[in-house]
């Protein structure tokens, strides 16, 4: 039984950003939670600016909204721009359809969108729902303080950005809840490190702020030391679309020849990438709220090298990774190289990464504490 349906029935209405399509090939982590969490929960809905049906989830619990994409659609064309005093009627006027069908005990639970939250409070001011908003970025720090004050509970994907938020807004009622990876794509097999050359895999946008560039140069340093080892970089510059941005065509044009590119990819897909690796490789360069990569990589066996920042660290605090500092080629390559000529280190890593994976970050696991986290307000 649904722990929080324990003590009354009610429906969960999950709200999706305006640009994130339900999808597993071009949604992003929020599409990939929610469809995780959510797979077997008949008390919740979920409202999404387009859906095509690749998470398999009965269609009668999706709400595709045409006016939630249109507001998407305006918030593109004006670059982000619109004024506070108007984005808060757009918002609601946008949600009103899944908000109006919040019966009384309901709960309308957001997705790191805090304007959403406050639009909903300042709308309806008698509301009998519960207001929740889940954080898996540092938008609070952007935002008005009382946008993080106005929900009943106030969700976040790590520590970090729990403690981050309160130095910004103060105490709220708070959350956490961890981002997770489906064990039934990724799990490890016994080719690890057999590849030749030894492949250090990076999965994710390609963007400054993952750091793809910082592993290039750490190839290159790789490169020049007479390492034998390859790096593949698997993905593009937004989810599940391979449109070459200036960055994209300067990180193809200046890779050094130990650097291949591949396309984005999902699924089965990726986790064969992972599987095929020896060694899993995060450099962002900003405050990584959390990186799904990093569990996912986890949950195959592979050791890791991350950048020491934002969440990342507590991600592996049973181990399973080298951490060094970000934006640092040099001891990146220093730590990429002792992972890839030490075998029992490699043996070590991925022995952490799997137990902790399956203690902390399975989405049965993640299912729980949202549960839990639901129990909170009820």
């Known amino acids: 039984m649904c722990v929080f ?9 999950h709200i999706l950003p305006e640009g994130e399509p339900f999808s597993e090939r071009f949604g992003g ?59 808060k009627p757009l918002i609601a006027a946008s949600l009103k359809s899944i908000v109006l069908e919040a019966a009384a005990g309901d709960v309308v639970y957001v997705h790191n969108r805090p304007g959403f939250a406050a639009a909903i409070e300042s709308a309806y001011p008698h509301r009998q729902f519960k207001l929740v908003l889940h954080m898996q970025n540092s938008h609070l720090l952007h935002q008005p303080k009382e946008f993080a004050q106005c929900a009943d509970l106030t969700v976040f994907c790590s520590e970090f950005l729990m403690q981050e938020a309160r130095k910004h807004v103060g105490e709220i009622r708070s959350a956490l809840i961890p981002n997770g990876a ?53 993905g593009s510059a ?52 959390f990186g799904m990569v990093n ?36 001891k990146l390559a220093n730590a990429l190289d002792h992972v890839l000529r030490n075998r029992d280190l490699r043996t070590q890593l991925a022995a952490e990464g799997q137990r902790s994976f399956r203690k902390n970050y399975t989405w049965d696991v993640v299912r729980r504490k949202y549960l839990d986290a639901l129990a909170l307000i009820a």
């Not at 349906?5 to 209405?13: E, L």
């Not at 095509?52 to 593109?76: C, E, F, P």
């Not at 050359?197 to 340093?221: E, Q």
């Not at 044009?253 to 060694?279: C, H, I, L, M, W």
């Open 5 to 13: 349906s324990r003590w009354f029935a009610v429906t969960v209405h």
């Open 29 to 87: 982590a929020l599409s990939r939670w929610a469809a995780n969490v959510l797979a077997n929960d008949k008390t919740a809905r979920i409202l999404a600016p387009s859906s095509d049906g690749t998470w398999k989830m009965d269609s009668g619990r999706i709400h595709v909204s045409k006016n939630l994409r249109r507001y998407g659609q305006l918030v593109a064309e004006s670059r982000d721009r619109i004024p506070l005093w108007l984005r």
């Open 182 to 234: 489906d064990g039934s794509y990724f799990f490890p097999d016994n080719l690890h490190g057999s590849t030749d050359p030894p492949t250090v895999l990076f999965v994710g946008r390609l963007v400054v702020a993952k750091g793809p560039h910082v592993l290039m140069d750490a190839m290159r340093i790789l490169q020049k030391r007479g390492t034998c080892a390859r790096a593949v970089i698997v």
């Open 238 to 289: 937004a989810f599940g679309d391979d449109k070459q941005t200036s960055y994209v065509r300067g990180l193809r044009d200046s890779a050094p020849s130990n650097v291949e590119f591949r396309p984005y990819a999902t699924g089965v897909k990726v986790a064969d990438e992972f599987r095929q690796a020896t060694v899993f490789c995060c450099p962002s360069v900003f405050e990584e709220p």
């Open 295 to 330: 569990v996912e990589a986890m949950a195959c066996g592979l050791p890791v090298v991350a950048s020491a920042v934002g969440g990342i660290p507590e991600v592996f605090r049973e181990g399973g990774a080298l951490l060094v500092p970000s934006s640092n080629p040099e």
